[in-house]
């Protein structure tokens, strides 16, 4: 059973363009979550979605920023104009049930690595 | 506003114990996790405690003191593969228990 899949692993781009990660979960997993590290700190929550549904987006900026989890293929988190703000690792994790609250724990993927130049 | 605080950095040296601690100031409290990360890695799970007490798991050891807001993961028999950041994450009672609130991490240097 492969673990949580992200891709790219790094990602660099330049400002003002887009930025797309993707994240596949674990084989059975509907529970997704993305979380973004910046230098220094530690991991802060984002958003939470289910198949074709976001729950919470209470930890994400309220502008360029968007994640999807269609009923086909892996979620995605979209940065749209980049800025040099951005520049952290985005980690998504899944659970099979909800993660937290049940002693479910949730499992991360390896992250994607973005750098705005 | 949600605070955890562990330490920076920590050294320790190969066949011996550590103690990695943790306290926290949130508004409510579900329980409490600890991930390990090396360097590029993902975080992989550890422990959860949801109870005050010890949790014993082969060499990693989790205490939890809900009334002081405090946890310590015990980590014996250090070997040098035991060189990562140790993670210390929250989560919060209520309808937002899935959202894990994690401190800055600990880095423990294991040496020869």
């Known amino acids: 059973n492969a673990g949580v899949m992200q891709n790219p692993r790094h990602l660099v781009r330049r400002r003002g363009q887009e930025a797309r990660l993707r994240c596949s979960p674990m084989k059975g997993h509907s529970h997704v979550y993305w979380y973004r590290q910046l230098p220094e700190e530690g991991l802060k929550f984002m958003v939470y979605?289910?198949?074709?549904?976001?729950?919470?987006e209470s930890g994400m900026p309220k502008e360029r920023f968007s994640a999807e989890f269609p009923k086909e293929g892996p979620s995605i988190l979209r940065i749209q104009q980049v800025v040099r703000g951005d520049s952290a690792a985005y980690f998504c994790?899944?659970?099979?049930?909800?993660?937290?609250?049940?002693?479910?724990?949730?499992?991360f993927g390896q992250g994607t690595r973005l750098t705005v130049v | 506003g949600q605070n955890i605080d562990q330490p920076t950095e920590m050294t320790a040296t190969e066949g011996a114990i550590v103690q990695i601690n943790c306290t926290y100031q949130?508004?409510?409290?579900?329980?409490l996790f600890w991930y390990q990360q090396h360097a590029g890695e993902a975080p992989t799970f550890l422990s959860y405690?949801?109870?005050?007490g010890l949790e014993e798991k082969g060499r990693f050891s989790s205490f939890l003191s809900r009334s002081k807001g405090y946890s310590y993961l015990l980590l014996k028999e250090l070997q040098m593969k035991d060189s990562a950041s140790y993670l210390c994450a929250v989560s919060l009672s209520g309808a937002g228990s899935y959202q894990l609130t994690f401190g800055k991490g600990t880095k423990l240097s294991v040496i020869p």
């Open positions: 994790a899944s659970s099979p049930l909800l993660a937290g609250g049940g002693n479910t724990e949730a499992f």
């Open positions: 949130t508004s409510g409290f579900n329980g």
């Open positions: 405690n949801v109870l005050d």
């Open positions: 979605l289910q198949k074709e549904n976001i729950i919470d």
